[in-house]
């Protein structure tokens, strides 16, 4: 069976900024297709939960208060790699908008609620490896390719 790497929150973890989760009903389906790792870049970066919401201004990581949070996010990244990398994951499902998972869409840095094209960190670094990467709109694409 394929291992797949899933933002912790959408597995039902209450790991969000606001110490909530977005489970998704599908993960149930997918426990029974693949054997998943649920984790959340963030936390293993270093930051609590509940925490500040934070969005990806220019090349920085800025949280609400103003505070730059830059390298838990990268830590976070590198770490969710690096357990990719060791359990030989092709594939992730991540949390659409997230500066951290989001996918080909993340909201702006204004903190207005404004989308823009664009990628968490997470999901630019498992990307750059080769890991393809899904988010819960997606997840019938996953289920697609898998066995």
Do not use: W
């Not at 659409?96 to 664009?118: A, L, N």
């Not at 990628?119 to 898998?146: N, P, R």
Request: proline share 3%; aromatic share 8%.
């Amino acid at each position: 069976m394929e291992k797949i790497i899933v933002s912790g929150c959408l597995y039902g973890y209450h790991c969000r900024y606001d110490g909530k989760d977005c489970y998704s009903e599908k993960i149930e389906q997918l426990k029974e297709k693949a054997i998943l790792i649920p984790l959340c870049p963030e936390q293993m970066g270093g930051l609590s939960t509940p925490r500040y919401p934070s969005e990806i201004v220019g090349d920085k990581l800025i949280n609400r208060k103003g505070i730059d949070v830059t390298e838990e996010y990268h830590r976070g990244a590198k770490a969710t790699l690096g357990i990719a990398l060791e359990n030989g994951v092709k594939y992730a499902l991540l949390k659409q908008k997230s500066p951290s998972c989001g996918k080909d869409r993340i909201y702006d840095g204004s903190f207005s609620g404004t989308v823009i094209e664009g990628s968490g960190v997470t999901a630019k670094l498992l990307q750059e490896h080769q890991i393809q990467v899904f988010t819960e709109d997606e997840i019938d694409q996953l289920f697609g390719l898998l066995k």
